[in-house]
């Protein structure tokens, strides 16, 4: 007979080879929390339907929370023969207490025991995820609201297009990260349901009480089919998705700071403290934390990949393929979480250089646009200001001139409908206070984004507050 857990029906014990091919505790180890909190409620439910006895879960409670206390401090073995976190500690809590431990399985299975932990992981660190996302986001606000006048053009086809507020800009990243904020609910939401009491896959046939378990544990529902319960990875599908989505968004924002602080661009510059050298080249300060980070996206991105070619040829209920959930999403919640701290610094560190990003917009065209709009408001058809513009900017090219250079007589040549107030209508100021609509780069529309960005952080941090008090902790 085999040592394992399972063991009866086997003669011969396993293949060594064999067994560290199958075993997980190398990265389940990380859940020992989860499975001891599980395994408290599943005790003290089987108490509550007298399936086991009073004395029993007093013994185990006792022995569980010894085991924690040897895993926190570092004085816990774990044995890959006993493959997992879950076999790892039921093995330690029998050697320590005897038959009683050997009771705690009793209407239990490892593949809805698993699927407990997992999702109770997955369920805390959404939160963790929740509240990086919300200090990037105040730092991003913070950095615009003190650089609330200063004017960059901003781009299409990486073109200079029209003039915007560095603001505005940076407000935009503000946006796509407030919309991983709901996803991340989402996915909280998706985390928040209990699986245990699926047994194997069909039930059990002891008179178990799932509510009590769902209750003590703090979720919101149960799984209300067995098979569902064990099989599900949705959740896990969810969290890669919800995450590839924000390394999207962070990768978006590393290229254009690396673009930023390139001496093409000179807009920002990094703290040196935030930048390494080069071996070699003794002039080198390279924004190495936003290549990381836009390399790291692919990582993340990998992951979600691996998770949906994994479940998406599976049959009902559980099969070890499942096992694979782990690394991945494992791997992607430290991702996310180091790049949005690091990220966070990066922000708040960022020196904004606001002559250059102003004679980025001084010397070029991009109030071309508010050129034409000039004209149009004078009653010219845009399509036709829209020439006239264009034909100023070509003569402009072939005279070595800005716009705001030409003179009035220059001007009257192209249309008689310029006047003197043309020079103000041109001027990056002016371009940018005129786009005050709704959503605008105007500094009012800026303002506007600013306060109402004040008001999210405050109702985010509020849901990530209520959502942490529901965590458990043995
Ligand atoms: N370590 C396993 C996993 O992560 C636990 C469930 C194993 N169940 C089984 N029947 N082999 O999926």
Not at 9 to 20: G, V, W
Not at 114 to 129: I, N, Q
Not at 432 to 449: A, D, F, H, I, P
Request: glycine share 4%.
């Amino acid at each position: 007979m085999s040592e394992k857990m399972w063991g009866g029906r086997f003669a011969k014990t396993t293949d060594e080879m064999i067994n560290d091919f199958q075993a997980s505790i190398e990265f389940d180890k990380r859940m020992y929390h989860e499975d001891i909190a599980g395994s408290i409620a599943h005790a003290r439910m089987l108490a509550k339907c007298g399936i086991i006895s009073d004395d029993d879960v007093k013994k185990i409670e006792k022995g569980l929370k010894n085991i924690l206390t040897q895993i926190e401090e570092d004085k816990f073995n774990f044995d890959v023969a006993f493959e997992d976190i879950h076999m790892n500690v039921e093995k330690r809590l029998t050697d320590a207490i005897g038959e009683a431990g050997a009771r705690l399985h009793t209407a239990r299975s490892r593949n809805d025991q698993v699927a407990l932990d997992t999702h109770m992981y997955v369920r805390r660190e959404t939160v963790s995820v929740m509240r990086l996302i919300t200090e990037m986001m105040e730092a991003l606000v913070n950095v615009a609201e003190k650089n609330e006048d200063v004017i960059m053009p901003g781009y299409t086809h990486l073109q200079r297009a029209q003039p915007i507020l560095f603001a505005h800009h940076l407000m935009a990243y503000f946006a796509m990260l407030a919309r991983d904020f709901e996803r991340f609910c989402g996915v909280y939401a998706r985390c928040d349901i209990m699986p245990l009491g699926a047994g194997a896959l069909a039930g059990t046939t002891f008179p178990i009480d799932r509510e009590y378990v769902a209750k003590q544990l703090h979720f919101e529902r149960i799984y209300k089919n067995s098979l569902d319960a064990v099989s599900d990875r949705d959740y896990i599908m969810e969290f890669l998705s919800a995450a590839s989505m924000l390394m999207v968004h962070l990768s978006r924002l590393s290229e254009e700071t690396i673009l930023w602080c390139s001496r093409e661009f000179s807009f920002v510059e990094l703290d040196d403290a935030h930048c390494t050298g080069s071996s070699m080249m003794p002039q080198k300060k390279n924004p190495d934390v936003s290549e990381l980070v836009r390399g790291k996206s692919g990582r993340v991105i990998g992951h979600l990949m691996a998770m949906l070619t994994t479940v998406k040829g599976l049959p009902l209920a559980y099969n070890k393929d499942l096992q694979e959930d782990k690394e991945g999403i494992f791997d992607a919640i430290d991702t996310i979480k180091f790049s949005l701290a690091v990220y966070e610094r990066i922000i708040r560190g960022m020196k904004v250089n606001r002559e250059m990003m102003k004679k980025a917009v001084d010397e070029d065209f991009s109030n071309a646009t508010d050129l034409a709009d000039y004209l149009a408001k004078k009653g010219m058809p845009f399509r036709k200001a829209h020439a006239v513009s264009g034909e100023a900017v070509r003569y402009c090219i072939e005279h070595k001139k800005w716009l705001s250079d030409l003179t009035m007589d220059e001007y009257k040549k192209m249309s008689p409908m310029f006047e003197d107030d043309v020079y103000d209508a041109v001027r990056p100021e002016t371009c940018v206070k005129n786009r005050n609509s709704l959503g605008g780069t105007s500094y009012s529309q800026v303002k506007m984004q600013i306060d109402d960005a004040r008001e999210i952080i405050k109702a985010q941090k509020k849901i990530a507050d209520e959502k942490e008090a529901m965590q458990i902790t043995v």
